[in-house]
């Protein structure tokens, strides 16, 4: 008896997996091509990137921000009708995250923290430094099931504001406050994000390598390298089946892998990229933000938001 009740709890587990991959989608394979979103376009003269898409209810917000002195920023929003506004004006932001109340999570090179908006209330620091010094330039965010922050610091824009770390460092955000060094061993990390499970981070740096982190009751425990020879690795989310997305800058691409490091797909833009995350009324449509210009590509799975 006991031999045949495993077996059927084994049975039932995997019909239980197998039901939650179909209800998820088919991820992408092959190559494919996303098209640019022609309500979206600069609104600087001066050069600079989209950054940090994030989906929040019923649209999509992203940070906008020129070379010039200070990188100055804003984050504007993309409603579902086809209108762009400006949600917060000089939010010095990079990368972007909602949080389990749906508010906005800056990671904000102008203060060299992160810092939380939230609609009618004042902006909130939730980690401005470590060890007595100010971040670089937070540039990444993912936020856990539990509320756990996790974010890179390299210092792309460290000369928006004085100060700064003497490493380029991955570091986590406690739920209650504590701010701790995961890899500071890494050249100027940048993309993070974690499985769906919440058990594996994930980052990529200028070092080409895509590592994962396991995390083992709440804390990340040494990484291994799930993928090598990226260029210009930057932004990346994942999909419901913890397949990731990462942008290559410079490529002009983003490459989905599998949570084994085997490539899937290629999705290829027309000009630089820097981030990408999932969206739309069903959360299947892929958006990427790069050098002046947001692509859009509808995919028969969901993701995450950021």
Partial sequence: MPVSTNVLFLSLALVATNALAASCGAPPSGMLQAERVAAVTASRSEPGLFEGPVWIKDA????DFSFAKGFPSRVRKLAQDGTVSTAIEDSGSNGLAVDSAG??????????????????AHAVRLAAGFKGNVFNSPNDIAIAGDGTIYFTDPDWQKAAAPGGQPVTGIYRVGTNGEVTLVDGTRPNPNGIALSPAGDVLYVNASDGLLVAYPIVKGAPQAGRSLVSGLEGADGMTVDCHGNLYVTEHGAKRVRVFSPQGGQLATIRVDANVTNAAFGGKDGKTLYITGAGALWQLPLAVSGMPY
């Fill in 60 to 63: 999509l917000y992203f940070s």
């Fill in 103 to 120: 508010r906005l999570v800056l990671a904000s090179h102008k203060d060299k923290a992160l810092v939380r908006h939230a609609p009618e």
